[in-house]
């Protein structure tokens, strides 16, 4: 049975533990109980095994002794503790195993020290009979914040945190007779932990700063003791309302201050602590004043029509409204109240000033005023350059091209070779006949009220006669042949001209004595370029001389050989095409290297039609023809034509045009060629056929021409 009604056995597993006290134990412990309250007591335990009970028929054996009775020998004071045995029976078939017996409580654990944060609690376990070991576990709502053992007599500290104020601490604490045993738990009286509190804290309640609008309020912050333990917060308020977010040591006045109380609230707070909270003095909130108000200034040209500047300054502190006025003298400009100000007529001779106003919510308003200045005449100025527009001629208006400072009085007075001309002071002239040859010009004046009178002269241009105005240039009508007359149409004049001149050019240069309005064609203007140049005038008018467009003259044949016969080339013919221009069948030429009058002579010759074409060559020596008829240059054009009617050689392109031709002759001798060229070679063939006159035949473009022998009519399709 335990000695207190809160102790309770704990056993190893399968064990019954039973505490049996004798007589000499408790005598024992009487004269113990004078030791060291946490000193282990000596005391008899037994304990008896849960092992079944034996057998009643089993018979003891040899190996099996009789149970017998222990003997206890109490050690008397001074003398060690022994054990004697005694002689004793053959114990039982399966004797009892021998356990330690469990610590028994004498007092129950005290939890010293105070309790309070950042202390410390402590317990030496209580007192125990039988303890060698004693396990302490520190509880709060439940949950082991500490758990450690020591040896019986070594006392537990537990340290108090902040987060442990207000909680109730248990302590349990489990002895036994060593660490490995299981013994017997016990509880002490729980504690509640208590806040700690902040101490030494100096602080001055004094509100530093003027209660100003704009202006800045400061608290200072607590110092001394432990108040580096904890953390520090503002909060500032209007009356008894709080101020939003003004959480800070500092506090800058608004214009919702003006007449309130202000004050601040100081709090020191730290976990595990009870807050402190230190309220300052009030200070009433009043309105502001402007701590920089600049005397403005004025900038720009101090005269007429010029724009004047107010310059206000940095005010202080910021977020002013700035108004303007503007002042003639003492008197307010009735709508100049802009930061800038156009002078007029009415400030002439006068002195102007502005003043500034400045407006803030919070603030008195108030006012500063410039220095005055003197405002001079305005200066007039050319905002685009004099000008005389317009035509320097006879007939013709001239006016006046001019920009002016907006409000100008205009004078004008026309000059005629630096005099005066009467009756000339309007903004326009007209230029009559008695103008030309004179120069010209006009002098502006302009003034405005309140601005210096400005003159200004244009530069003389002297008066020209007029100029006719083509309507429509000259032209050339007329025949391109040799012989043909040219009539040149001189184009149409505004105004009408009184006379005519002509002069006629060959390739741009002038034909001597072709200065009628007809020319006749000449032999030298042959594959040329023809233009007519007129001359037109008129009383009071310049001349005026406009060119045709050239016509371009077809070159047309010229008879180089009339006749048969041989010829030398480059003495009685030069290299180059020549065509024939006899009639029939039998022409006959040959193109010669020589004079012999052997075959070798012979370059290349030609029999058929005398409507036909020679290419004579730089290397060829001599030319002779016979039943050809003349011989001719040739002509530029032809008759382009789309029906080959007559046997010959006809050029693509200037005879006939190239196409496809269909032939719907009778007879079986039709031969035709087309060509390269008239070398009268071989060579010169490009394709050839003979056969029936009913035929088609395609004449390429690139050809230079087509022979055609015995083919009736040949029709383009």
């Known amino acids: 049975m335990s000695l207190h009604e809160n102790v309770r056995t704990r056993t190893r597993p399968g064990r019954i533990t039973r505490a049996t006290a004798t007589a000499a134990g408790i005598a024992l412990l009487a004269g113990l109980l004078m030791a060291p309250a946490a000193q282990a007591l000596p005391m008899e335990t037994s304990t008896v095994a849960e092992d079944p009970a034996p057998d009643p028929s089993a018979q003891p054996t040899e190996s099996q002794p009789t149970e017998a009775a222990p003997v206890e020998t109490l050690p008397t004071e001074g003398t060690p503790s022994e054990t004697v045995p005694t002689e004793s029976a053959p114990a039982e078939p399966t004797p009892a195993e021998t356990a330690p017996a469990a610590p028994e409580n004498l007092s129950l654990p005290v939890i010293d020290g105070d309790p309070l944060v950042n202390g410390t609690l402590s317990s030496t376990g209580g007192q125990w009979i039988g303890a060698g070991w004693i396990k302490y576990s520190w509880i709060i709502d439940g949950v082991p914040i500490q758990t450690d053992g020591h040896a019986i007599g070594e006392a537990d500290v537990l340290q108090i945190l902040p987060a442990m104020a207000g909680k109730s601490i248990q302590l349990t604490v489990v002895a036994s007779p060593d660490a490995q045993t299981p013994g017997t738990e016990v509880s002490a009286l729980p504690v509640t932990v208590r806040p700690a509190a902040f101490t030494g804290v100096v602080w001055s309640n004094t509100v530093t700063g003027r209660p100003a609008v704009s202006q800045e309020l400061s608290v200072g912050a607590p110092q001394g003791g432990n108040v580096s333990q904890g953390t520090v917060t503002y909060q500032w308020f209007r009356g008894a309302t709080a101020i939003a977010l003004a959480t800070a040591p500092r506090y800058t006045v608004t214009a919702a201050d003006i007449g309130q109380k202000l004050s601040a609230n100081v709090t020191l707070s730290a976990p595990g602590f009870t807050s402190v909270i230190l309220t ?343 030319f002779m023809s016979s039943g050809c008829g003349s011989w001719t240059t040739v002509p530029s054009t032809g008759a382009k034509a789309t029906r080959i009617t007559a046997d010959g050689t006809y050029r693509v392109g200037i005879d006939i045009l190239p196409g496809t031709y269909y032939g719907y002759g009778t007879g079986s001798s039709c031969y035709w060629a087309t060509l390269s060229g008239f070398s009268g070679t071989f060579d010169d063939i490009y394709d050839n056929y003979y056969g029936s006159a009913r035929t088609i035949v395609t004449i390429p473009s690139w050809a230079k021409g087509i022979e055609v022998d015995g083919c009736g009519t040949l029709t383009r399709g």
Request: a positive charge; aromatic letters at 12%.
């Open 280 to 622: 300052s003095a009030q200070v009433t909130g009043v309105i502001g004043t402007f701590s920089a108000a600049p005397v403005p200034t004025i900038s720009g040209t101090a005269r007429v029509g010029q724009l004047q500047t107010a310059n206000a300054g940095t005010w202080a502190p910021t977020g002013a409204t700035l108004s303007y006025q503007w002042y003639r003298g003492t008197a307010a400009i009735t709508g100049a109240v802009g930061r800038t100000y156009a002078t007029t007529a009415a400030d002439y001779g006068k002195t102007i000033k502005v003043r500034v106003r400045a407006s803030k919510a919070g603030f008195t308003s108030l006012d500063r005023y410039s220095a005055a200045r003197m405002i001079y005449s305005g200066t007039i100025v050319a905002t685009k350059s004099l000008l005389v527009t317009g035509v320097h001629r006879y007939g013709q208006t001239l006016r006046i091209s001019q920009g002016w400072t907006p409000g100008v009085s205009l004078k004008y007075q026309w000059y005629r070779n630096g005099v005066a001309i009467k009756g000339a002071t309007g903004s326009s002239l007209y230029l009559n006949t008695g103008y030309i040859g004179s120069r010209v010009n006009v002098m502006v004046t302009v003034s405005k009220p309140g601005y210096a009178t400005r003159s200004a002269a244009t530069k003389l241009v002297t008066v020209g006669k007029a100029v006719f105005t083509a309507t429509s240039a000259p032209r050339i009508t007329g025949g391109q042949w040799l012989g043909a007359t040219l009539t040149a149409n001189p184009g149409t004049y505004s105004p009408a001209p009184t006379a005519y001149g002509y002069q006629w050019y060959r390739n741009g240069v002038a034909i001597t004595g072709a200065r009628y309005k007809t020319y006749r064609i000449a032999a030298a203007d042959n594959g040329k370029s023809i233009a007519v140049r007129v001359w037109v005038s008129r009383a009071y008018y310049d001349t005026r001389a406009l060119g045709s467009p050239a016509l371009k003259l077809p070159v047309w044949a010229v008879t180089v050989l009339r006749g048969d016969g041989t010829y030398k080339v480059g003495t009685h013919i030069q290299p180059g095409l020549y065509k024939a221009t006899g009639t029939g069948s039998g022409c006959y030429w040959e193109r010669l290297s020589g004079f012999s009058g052997g075959f070798d002579d012979i370059n290349a010759n030609y029999f058929g039609a005398a409507r036909t074409y020679v290419q004579i060559l730089p290397g060829d020596v001599g």
